[in-house]
């Protein structure tokens, strides 16, 4: 497994790609509890990560609560016909929101925080990249 992180915007996207095993678990996990810190609005890009075991779903899971506790968005783009078998089975897929591309979540982030009533002091709406 593999993890790239890339600010785009306010947004930071994680790639994650290969497989997402429980030997890697802890070590994303711990990466993730980083950038949960620093970052209000998260996309974790699962576009090139081929296969998923529990730990890598209970990681995932776990991302999701604390960037809930935390008061950050996390969404997830990309996922793959295996991976996606997992979230399904397990029904993971109804507390994510899960986009096809990167493209359209990014969107998303920038579609909800137009639609939404004025940011809170805590959390200001993501700003679009720069051209």
């Known amino acids: 497994m593999n993890t790239s992180f ?13 497989r997402l095993v429980a030997a890697y678990a802890e070590n994303l996990r711990e990466d993730l509890q980083t950038h949960l810190e620093e970052n ?7 576009s090139q990560m081929d296969y998923i075991d529990s730990s890598g779903l209970g990681v995932l899971v776990w991302a999701l609560q604390q960037a809930t506790t935390q008061r950050c968005i996390l969404k997830i783009a990309g996922l793959q016909s295996r991976p ?6 397990t029904k993971v897929s109804r507390i994510f929101e899960i986009y096809d591309s990167v ?5 998303s982030f920038y579609k909800d925080a137009s639609a939404a009533q004025p ?3 805590t959390q200001q709406p993501p700003q679009p990249p720069q051209a």
């Open 6 to 18: 890339e600010k785009v915007g306010d947004v930071l996207k994680v790639s994650i790609s290969g």
């Open 40 to 46: 209000r609005f998260i996309l974790l890009d699962l």
């Open 84 to 89: 996606r078998i997992v979230f399904d089975i």
């Open 103 to 107: 493209p359209a979540a990014l969107a």
């Open 119 to 121: 940011a809170t002091a």
